[in-house]
């Protein structure tokens, strides 16, 4: 079974400090890894996918994640934060076959502040 | 560029009332997914169209039924509401069903009283 983990409920950064945000994740295979954010009352917007090559996966608005087969994670990492990435952030994984069904994390809440 | 339209975006519902939330996508996507979004548990999908004239249940089927109408829509329906179906709900698409990300809607909140 599929399961994706986001340990942190929330996350608090200063402005212009690089920021984290953790998920691991468990499927049978090679993982299909992604990355959402979701604004206040909007629906999810994707950030960056994993599905095979280089371990390091640049993404928009600056973010990038990397992809750590022995460690099972896909954390989510940016150099310096800006006050509007504050936003919910979710981790989610499919198996390579079968139907697009992507499990999410529960998300991790992310504070920037100014 | 519309992409996911979801209609309404609020709802409220007595318990037993019925209603039918719309979903519609301009994109040419061959699938397309309900969602359901809830407080610490993330997203759980409730019923996925891999393709025009197919559904199949996701995790949390049961309470809902759905309809792809045409290749461009697809409805969820709430036959008769719960208090335990308060929910913001998310309808999304992609291109195929190995297609590698989801496009999602803005979403309809969702209260039953």
């Known amino acids: 079974a599929q399961s994706v983990a986001q340990p942190e409920d929330q996350v608090n950064v200063a402005e212009g400090n690089p920021l984290t945000v953790k998920c691991t994740y468990s499927?049978?295979?090679?993982?299909?890894l992604f990355w959402y954010v979701q604004y206040p009352n909007r629906g999810l917007q994707f950030l960056l996918k994993?599905?095979?090559?280089?371990?390091l996966v640049k993404g928009s608005y600056g973010f990038e994640a990397e992809f750590n087969k022995s460690q099972t994670s896909f954390h989510l990492k940016k150099p310096s934060a800006l006050v509007s990435d504050s936003a919910l952030y979710f981790c989610?994984?499919?198996?390579?076959?079968?139907?697009?069904?992507?499990?999410f994390g529960t998300g991790t809440r992310l504070t920037v502040i100014p | 560029n519309a992409g996911v339209t979801q209609t309404p975006k609020f709802q409220v519902l007595k318990t037993g009332q019925s209603m039918t939330l719309q979903c519609a996508q301009d994109?040419?996507?061959?699938?397309m997914y309900w969602y359901r979004q809830d407080p610490g548990m993330g997203l759980r999908l409730i019923y996925y169209?891999?393709?025009?004239?197919?559904?199949d249940k996701g995790e949390v089927p049961n309470g809902y039924n759905v309809s792809r109408l045409n290749k461009r829509e697809f409805s969820l329906r709430l036959e008769s509401a719960a208090p335990s179906q308060t929910s913001v709900y998310f309808c999304?698409?992609?291109?195929?069903?190995?297609?590698?990300?989801?496009?999602f809607g803005s979403g309809t909140q969702l209260s039953v009283l």
């Open positions: 999304a698409s992609s291109e195929d069903p190995q297609g590698p990300f989801l496009f």
């Open positions: 989610a994984v499919r198996a390579p076959t079968g139907a697009n069904n992507l499990f």
């Open positions: 994109m040419n996507h061959n699938s």
């Open positions: 169209s891999a393709s025009e004239g197919t559904t």
């Open positions: 499927v049978s295979g090679n993982p299909y």
């Open positions: 994993y599905i095979t090559g280089d371990n």
